[in-house]
T-cell receptor
Framework: AQSVTQLGSHVSVSEGALVLLRCNYS??????LFWYVQYPNQGLQLLLK??????LVKGINGFEAEFKKSETSFHLTKPSAHMSDAAEYFC?????????????FGTGTRLTIIP | ETGVTQSPTHLIKTRGQQVTLRCSSQ?????VSWYQQALGQGPQFIFQ???????GRGNFPPRFSGLQFPNYSSELNVNALELDDSALYLC????????????FGEGSRLTVL
């Protein structure tokens, strides 16, 4: 079984400041990990994913995340926030060798950018 | 390349009614998943279809059912609607090759009165 905990339902940062969104996971098998973004009244868009290989993963729009097995974490970062980053962000997990593509999502973090 | 499309975008039903939501998968994708996203929550997995067969189900009662057609489009049916069924229903398609990447539609927002 898998689960995800996102610390902080709301995060506010100033434009140009570092963005850090926290995600911790639990999985009984090797995990695949994902970050998705959701803009108002839209579906989810994949930002980045970790499956195997390099633990530092780069995604779209300047975001990156690092898989830390010892800490069971997959935090999302961006060096400099932009107004267009304001959205809801979801961390998700699935088992690496599960028979289907079921994702278990966290409850989300709403990112607000302060001008 | 056509993305995932869902219909209708919004609908209102009353308690006890039935609803059918539709999804066209992205070109080349043979796997469709459905998720329920209640207000302020993350998406919850309902079920997945692979080549017209259900291939995994979440913790949802049997009144939630689905179909996948030979062209890989899909339907989600919900019978005996309850107030708590009010949510955004998201369809996602994937290639079925264990890449882990899902492509989501914009969802169907269901309100049950």
């Amino acid at each position: 079984a898998q689960s995800v905990t996102q610390l902080g339902s709301h995060v506010s940062v100033s434009e140009g400041a570092l963005v850090l969104l926290r995600c911790n996971y639990s999985s009984s098998v090797p995990p695949y990990l994902f970050w998705y973004v959701q803009y108002p009244n839209q579906g989810l868009q994949l930002l980045l994913k970790y499956t195997t290989g390099a633990t530092l993963v780069k995604g779209i729009n300047g975001f990156e995340a690092e898989f830390k097995k010892s800490e069971t974490s997959f935090h999302l970062t961006k060096p400099s926030a932009h107004m267009s980053d304001a959205a809801e962000y979801f961390c998700a997990v699935r088992g690496a060798n599960s028979g289907n593509e079921k994702l278990t999502f966290g409850t989300g973090t709403r990112l607000t950018i302060i001008p | 390349e056509t993305g995932v499309t869902q219909s209708p975008t919004h609908l209102i039903k009353t308690r006890g009614q039935q609803v059918t939501l539709r999804c066209s998968s992205q070109s080349g994708h043979n796997t469709v998943s459905w998720y329920q996203q209640a207000l302020g929550q993350g998406p919850q997995f309902i079920f997945q279809y692979y080549r017209e067969e259900e291939n995994g189900r979440g913790n949802f009662p049997p009144r939630f059912s689905g179909l996948q057609f030979p062209n890989y489009s899909s339907e989600l049916n919900v019978n005996a609607l309850e107030l708590d069924d009010s949510a955004l229903y998201l369809c996602a398609s994937s290639s079925g090759q264990n890449t882990g990447e899902l492509f989501f539609g914009e969802g169907s927002r269901l309100t049950v009165l």
